[in-house]
């Protein structure tokens, strides 16, 4: 299941609230793929702007694509259009050799393509 908890941080004048969403087996083949698309929305509706740290458990790829399929979910919402090449590269550019496999890409495929069909309905 996924967990949470808020933090928050003072840096001289300023504080900043943290939320942390803990998602073990995220993203993972036995996890539902709605269950991904689920967290997506849920992320982006609790924090519609402004920064989100994102971790996981390995280092980069699971972090990586919750970003990928974060920003392409707010690109549908806004564009009605996606550009999944353009947010796999920017990822890619600040953190060279993230992508591990072809699968992380087909992932967020399958992910977009259920978030899609319930759009539709």
């Keep these: ?28 083949q036995s996890v ?12 982006n509706k609790k924090i519609p702007s402004g920064p989100v740290v ?3 458990s390995y280092g980069a790829t699971e972090a990586g694509i919750f970003c990928v399929l974060s920003s392409l979910v707010r690109q549908m919402d806004i564009e009605a ?10 990822v890619n550019l600040s953190r060279p050799g993230i992508w591990i496999s072809p699968d992380n890409i087909v992932f967020v495929y399958r992910v977009l393509s259920e978030l899609c069909s319930i759009h539709r309905s």
């Design 1 to 28: 299941g996924a967990g949470g908890g808020g933090s928050s941080a003072t840096r001289g004048p300023h504080t900043h609230s943290v939320e942390l969403v803990l998602c073990p087996n995220w993203p993972h």
């Design 32 to 43: 539902p793929v709605s269950n991904c698309v689920h967290l997506v929305d849920c992320v």
């Design 54 to 56: 994102v971790v996981d």
């Design 81 to 90: 259009t996606v550009d999944v090449f353009y947010w796999f590269k920017a």
